[in-house]
DNA sequence: CAATAATCGAGACGGTACGTCACGTCTTCTT
DNA sequence: AAGAAGACGTGACGTACCGTCTCGATTATTG
């Protein structure tokens, strides 16, 4: 589907310059209504109506599906306008430290305001491919990728084997996290963050050193 | 909340005589239908109508509403009602055993024709609090309930510490399965929870047998 | 249509015997429910409900619909069942008086708490040919034909011309008391009865014997 | 009431600029496909349908109800919109002819096409104070307003005296017209029309010239 | 500077599904 | 057999949003 509507900013090689151009003002409006509709906490995807959106942001209906094909897609591009930066792996020299650091910023953030976003994405993506894979290319896979260094600098270090599988290993520490962040069986406490991570870094760290190695 | 629809069955301080009862006939063809429309894949939670669940169903509209409050509950219901019951732990001795046949079992369902309904009601629940806690009920709960019953079997095997936070080491399990499940990035082999099921099984035992105590 | 169902009490060739007899209980709570709808003013025809009046007249929907085949039938029946019976001539020996008091008991009713079924009735009687011709029946025609006989006394006693088209007298005097009931343009007073009922009778005497006959 | 519905053209104060306008077709359409539907004869005003009229319009539900707040504001409409101009009296010099002229006209128009739609309009009129009041004003009145100025032409010319109580008259004419039209207990004809008019005008004057005075 | 062109706000349009209500029928047990 | 209770399939109700379509007004570039 070559959709005409051009959600990202016109490429070098289209001219793009008759007529008025696109409002930022608008634009920005519109992102930051649907932001602020799901924080408000509470509300679904299925309840958000873009003619809500559009009457919030004061702005006409038809703005809105001139820039954005359908809800996911505003909402996918709600979710990366307001996504925050500051998720980062230190680099402290020891991988629990790292990976504990970072993982405890992510729970930060899955509780606050904007975790909200990230469950109605995630629960509305289950419905909407394209919007599963918007989430997955923005906000998890760079993260993951970011993870697989640290997890590299674990291994160089000697603080992991070298045949270990990152993306299982990773998909065991943060399985967990997203498990109980969306069954909400049990609270997701910086305890329960603290705890997984040394359970599962234990069973693949090579045989604790104080021990001795077995060869 | 004492809602007026039973959608359970009568209590028995209800006189329940009065009246034409309720056609089971009725009630089998609507969650019926309603099954079907998510098996054929594709078809998300927010494409669900209910006036075409009835229409299918060869039934009138009122009397769905006359015993599902909302779309929610009526999914909740029809996928309880084709729930799948052969989900079980084996029992044969051995911990990790136990563990990985059971395992292997749900990801066959959730990779097969009923996992669509599981993602869509996990999907919806995230934007649906109450069809969120028809799942975890009626789902999670009661297969979790047997999972610690396997474990307290393998702590007094002396597979598990005593110790051992039994809720943890279920999410330490499960969450990576579901975390796969839902957000798609790798496929969910039964060799990945074959090789999961060990990593975090392994050297869970205070002393790891095979190669001997420390001291 | 012959219709099962008796709107009226069964023939005396009918048996009539087996089985529960019918509730006269039931039949006069059902009426008496219809006529208060009516009485309260405000509430048309069309907001009658069946399903209201069998509530309140704490009886089965099933018993209404087994005696009366339809609302209108219904309505015709209660307005029936409450009809006054008190409408007649009086025989003063002057045909202005006997009219003018006859039209001034009608206008009366037609004023009162019954004058809202009756202009009901004939409201939904335009479109229900059936409750136009049992109101037509039962109240317009047993009193035009009692009407008959007073303005045939009238003739006898030398009052009217034995020419007179009794027909289109009673349409002169009775039309203009329905207008106003039914156009409500005017209010309907006694006093526009006694002078609309001086203003046609005048146009129909004979030329006033106090002036002396022309010829 | 002052409705946000604006059923006439917008005054003069609205600006009536913004937003794509009222379109016209839909608009005809809509009343029009209310008429024929009235003009079939046989359904009454309870048998008509939004859904149906808008479908016959080939207009969405919502569009009626956007400009007619309900069935009977819609029926009013449009009752006056295919109302029939051509109802009008003749100054031919003679009252008695000018009157008969146009109620011959009338009793035309009400054994008509249109004369169901006036009934059915008089007919619901009676459980919709709104439909009556609509109805009265927009047909009733304005001709009434022209039969006035007919008859004062007669007092004018000493066909009437100059004390008549024109209301009186008016209803004393028209109202068993209407009393025919709407009980139906014998037919409307040009006969009973003539003969009706003569009935209620002659001798209206004060003194019949034909006769000669009397002193 | 005027013409051109695309966007803006506003809001009406033809639709679809909503959840409710009453219809007239039925099925049960009770009287 | 008739009663009350109340569930049934049906279909219209009036509402809410959908995504599209005019409008007049605005804001840039181009001739």
Known sequence: MASKKPTVQPSADCPRTLGRPRSERARCAILN???KFFE???????DLTIEEVAARAAVGK???YRWWP????????????GATQKLHFPDTGSL?????QQMQQLVKILRGRRGHVVSVILGAGQSEPMLLTA??????MPRRAEATGTMQRGVARGELPASVDIDHLL????GPIYFRFLIRHKE???QFVESHCRLVLQRVLPVDKSRGKNH
């Open 188 to 190: 997701l406490t910086p």
């Open 40 to 46: 408000s906490r509470q509300n679904g995807y299925i």
């Open 33 to 35: 209504s649907t932001l």
């Open 70 to 81: 359908n809800k996911a897609a505003l909402v996918a591009d709600a979710f990366a306008f």
């Open 96 to 100: 629990v430290n790292d990976v504990t």
């Open 62 to 64: 038809a703005t809105v």
């Open 171 to 174: 998909d065991a520490l943060y």
């Open 135 to 140: 989430f997955r290319e923005r906000f998890i």
